[in-house]
């Protein structure tokens, strides 16, 4: 069966901790609440997907722990193909410790655990070359090399999207030449592509050099402000939906999906930037990545 989108990346559960204020150093705050959910970059976003009716599967690892048996089961149960995820007997599977504001602004810390040791030889290759798009996401360690190589193992014609994160972006672009020339459509918000190209150069600079490594769409999330995307002929700014924000907590993975699916579903760049635009402002009204994400219906009643 081949699946609409595969995502490759982190697997977490989320502890997101509503607090008084994001505390600095030698600052003090408390806590208000605690919400626990499941998450990691891709995962949220290949979750958002199958919300709005894709086939969806997932390449990933967990341990064999009560973390892990919740993050493979919260996918299954979102009907999510699991096929593709390794089952480590040994390890700690993924954390995150996220505190969010009474603004809806987070500080987040992670404990990658199995997420770290993912090699090309565990991964089944006939599963991810089974798939229209691999959208990649970013590990905190060495199972970048795992996604490096896999992409140079997959039919040409799958499509590779690519969110790198702050993590990966914060490495240089240096760092991502071999994901980037085998990147089809670049996710990226503001902060990360001015680490990526931390230069003084312009934004039309930042824009050319990116599209110069053969990416076809370069989307560019600008939170409240929105969204930029190109695709090196034209170039569209977007308004973010005027919400009342709970939580950023993964708004970006559900841009994301909204985004993949317009362009799965044929909508020309814009069209497919509005509905990244709507499924984010669905999800910041909620506390937790992936609680407000929307259905298809809903989507569907904005176009």
């Known amino acids: 069966m081949t699946l609409d989108v595969i995502g490759f990346g982190a697997l977490n559960l989320d502890r997101l901790f509503q607090v008084n204020q994001i505390a600095c150093k030698d600052e003090e705050g408390y806590i208000i609440n605690l919400h626990e959910s499941c998450g990691g970059s891709a995962a949220n976003t290949i979750i958002g997907l199958a919300r709005l009716g894709l086939e969806t599967g997932f390449l990933g690892k967990v341990a064999n722990d009560r973390e892990g048996e919740t993050l493979l089961g919260n996918l299954q149960e979102e009907d999510v193909n699991t096929e593709g995820i390794i089952k480590s007997p040994i390890g700690r599977?993924?954390?995150?410790?996220?505190?969010?504001?009474?603004?809806?602004?987070?500080?987040?810390?992670?404990?990658?655990?199995?997420?770290?040791?993912?090699?090309?030889?565990?991964?089944?290759?006939?599963?991810?070359?089974?798939?229209?798009?691999?959208?990649?996401?970013?590990?905190?360690?060495?199972?970048?090399?795992?996604?490096?190589?896999?992409?140079?193992?997959?039919?040409?014609?799958?499509?590779?999207?690519?969110?790198?994160?702050?993590?990966?972006?914060?490495?240089?672009?240096?760092?991502?030449?071999?994901?980037?020339?085998?990147?089809?459509?670049?996710?990226?918000?503001?902060?990360?592509?001015?680490?990526?190209?931390?230069?003084?150069?312009?934004?039309?600079?930042?824009?050319?050099?990116?599209?110069?490594?053969?990416?076809?769409?370069?989307?560019?999330?600008?939170?409240?402000?929105?969204?930029?995307?190109?695709?090196?002929?034209?170039?569209?700014?977007?308004?973010?939906?005027?919400?009342?924000?709970?939580?950023?907590?993964?708004?970006?993975?559900?841009?994301?999906?909204?985004?993949?699916?317009g362009l799965l579903e044929g909508k020309n760049i814009k069209e497919s930037a509005m509905i990244g635009n709507f499924v984010a402002s669905c999800c910041v009204q909620e506390l937790g990545a992936t609680t407000g994400l929307p259905s298809k219906s809903a989507v569907d009643r904005i176009r």
Request: with cysteine; proline share 2%; hydrophobic share 40%.
């Open 93 to 261: 599977s993924g954390t995150v410790h996220g505190y969010v504001d009474l603004k809806g602004q987070r500080a987040l810390y992670v404990d990658p655990g199995v997420n770290d040791e993912i090699t090309i030889e565990e991964i089944n290759l006939e599963y991810a070359s089974d798939a229209k798009v691999i959208h990649l996401t970013s590990f905190v360690g060495g199972s970048i090399k795992a996604q490096e190589a896999l992409l140079e193992t997959i039919p040409d014609q799958i499509t590779v999207s690519l969110d790198p994160g702050m993590i990966n972006a914060s490495k240089g672009i240096n760092a991502l030449e071999t994901i980037l020339q085998r990147t089809d459509i670049l996710l990226i918000n503001q902060g990360e592509l001015d680490l990526l190209l931390p230069s003084r150069e312009g934004q039309d600079v930042k824009i050319s050099t990116i599209l110069n490594y053969g990416i076809e769409i370069l989307v560019i999330k600008q939170g409240k402000k929105g969204c930029l995307v190109t695709d090196g002929v034209k170039t569209y700014l977007l308004e973010a939906y005027d919400v009342d924000c709970r939580d950023t907590t993964g708004a970006g993975d559900a841009f994301n999906s909204g985004f993949i699916y």
